[in-house]
């Protein structure tokens, strides 16, 4: 079946660090890819997404490509800050038919430091 | 902006007793979703409705049901509630029928539930 694999965490980082949380996946077709930010105290909110392999979604500085031939969509940015501090959903969505339900990985914790 | 709204927030619940989780949605999407956030394991997804009328099983099911009368409720039903279903519990909807925005899902703000 379908699956997510995220790095696990919690990742810790300074201020204006750079970040990459690592994701793969295993699935059969073309799946679209996204990532999932959720704040404390709140639910998920989509961050970015990319549909067909080597496309870039990007948002709020960061970035992700979808990355066929390793299976994967890592997520990326140049410099955090303190207002990142979330936890960090990689999903997919099997392409075609009826089927619209989500696949997640078990989420990345990160925290900024000032 | 009311979006997806959830009530409870937060329940402690005797086990045994039944509880019912309530999820609206003002955005006239037709997919619905209730998934269950726990420590270590994520998202996993309860039970899902592609549109009104309809539901469908996903990945952890047993002890909950729901019910699709509507475009904009999609209750969970815990019949008798048990310790392991202490959880934060998600609704989520999309408009998967709109093109290139299937998979883009809003969620709740969460109910959390202890069973005791």
């Known amino acids: 079946g379908d699956s997510v694999t995220q790095m696990e965490g919690p990742v810790t980082l300074s201020e204006e660090a750079f970040l990459t949380i690592n994701c793969t996946y295993t699935a059969t077709g073309y799946p679209s890819l996204f990532w999932y930010v959720q704040y404390p105290g709140e639910g998920l909110q989509l961050l970015l997404k990319?549909?067909?392999?080597?496309d870039k979604g990007s948002n709020k500085g960061f970035e992700a490509t979808y990355r066929k031939e390793t299976t994967s969509f890592h997520l990326e940015k140049g410099s955090v800050q303190v207002s990142d501090s979330a936890v960090y959903f990689c999903a997919l969505r099997r392409s075609g038919g009826s089927n619209y339900k989500l696949t997640f990985g078990k989420g990345t914790l990160l925290t900024v430091n000032p | 902006i009311a979006g997806i709204t959830q009530a409870p927030t937060s329940q402690i619940l005797a086990a045994g007793r039944r509880m019912t989780l309530r999820c609206t949605q003002d955005m006239r999407h037709n997919a619905m979703y209730w998934y269950r956030q726990d420590l270590g394991l994520g998202l996993r997804l309860i039970h899902y409705?592609?549109?009104?009328?309809?539901?469908g099983k996903g990945e952890v099911p047993d002890g909950y049901s729901v019910s699709r009368a509507n475009t904009d409720d999609f209750p969970l039903t815990l019949a008798s509630a048990v310790p392991s279903q202490t959880s934060v519990y998600f609704c989520?909807?999309?408009?998967?029928?709109?093109?290139?925005?299937?998979?883009?899902?809003?969620f709740g703000e969460g109910s959390r539930l202890t069973v005791l």
């Open positions: 409705s592609n549109t009104a009328g309809t539901t």
């Open positions: 990319a549909t067909k392999a080597d």
């Open positions: 989520a909807s999309s408009d998967s029928k709109a093109s290139g925005r299937a998979g883009e899902l809003f």
